[in-house]
């Protein structure tokens, strides 16, 4: 009984692996757009003391992978190929969190001082995004060659697929470099516009 069990699991093992070579058939090359969402700004003052002459951002990364999939379905009722076709990802800040120390009066030469400030570590971020648009289509488009089309045997089974080659994406070598790469740069050009501090030599003038 146990020989014929186990010589019936293999025979199932051998027929899903020789499905799925099938599904590499459907392979195909898939569109990648890629779109930077709208972003927001919010300030406030936290009732705790912060650094007089620098406020924070706190910036949030939307990182989001819309998949649109070719289902092929297999003769004899083999099972189904999931692939992907298409892919609209949305990556890009949708909120800046700023805030400034509450000993700057609101609307105060040097509460507007701070803010501006901290408005140059803002547009950095959305420069990094800009700059970076070729190197993140190009990653998701290697990334998205790179999956292979996945084999299901019921029909049930496919929004399970899909969610399969979504985590592929999303945890791609390529993906997760270019991320590395932008966050990188990131903290680069926030550092660069801290060390040049022109912000001290503003908030002078307004005390003076």
């Not at 025979?11 to 090359?29: G, L, S």
């Amino acid at each position: 009984m146990f020989k014929a069990l186990a010589f019936l699991m293999s025979m199932c093992f051998i027929t899903a692996a020789f499905a799925e070579d099938k599904c590499v058939a459907f392979k195909t090359k898939p569109l990648v757009r890629i779109n930077k969402p709208d972003w927001v700004k919010k300030v406030g003052q936290p009732l705790k003391m912060m650094d007089l002459y620098h406020g924070n951002v706190v910036a949030t990364l939307v990182d989001e992978y819309d998949i649109i999939v070719n289902i092929d379905e297999l003769p004899n009722d083999e099972g189904y190929c999931v692939g992907i076709k298409d892919i609209n990802a949305v990556i890009g800040y949708s909120d800046f969190s700023v805030r400034i120390d509450m000993r700057h009066a609101l609307d105060s030469c040097s509460y507007k001082t701070v803010l501006e400030h901290e408005g140059e570590h803002i547009r950095a971020y959305l420069s990094v995004i800009d700059d970076f648009q070729d190197d993140l289509r190009d990653s998701v488009l290697s990334a998205a060659n790179s999956i292979l089309p996945v084999f299901v045997q019921d029909e049930a089974d496919i929004g399970d697929a899909i969610d399969d080659l979504n985590v592929k994406l999303q945890t791609h070598p390529d993906l997760i470099l270019v991320k590395q790469k932008i966050s990188a740069e990131e903290e680069i050009r926030n550092i660069k516009i801290d060390e040049e501090n022109k912000q001290y030599l503003e908030l002078e003038h307004c005390n003076g």
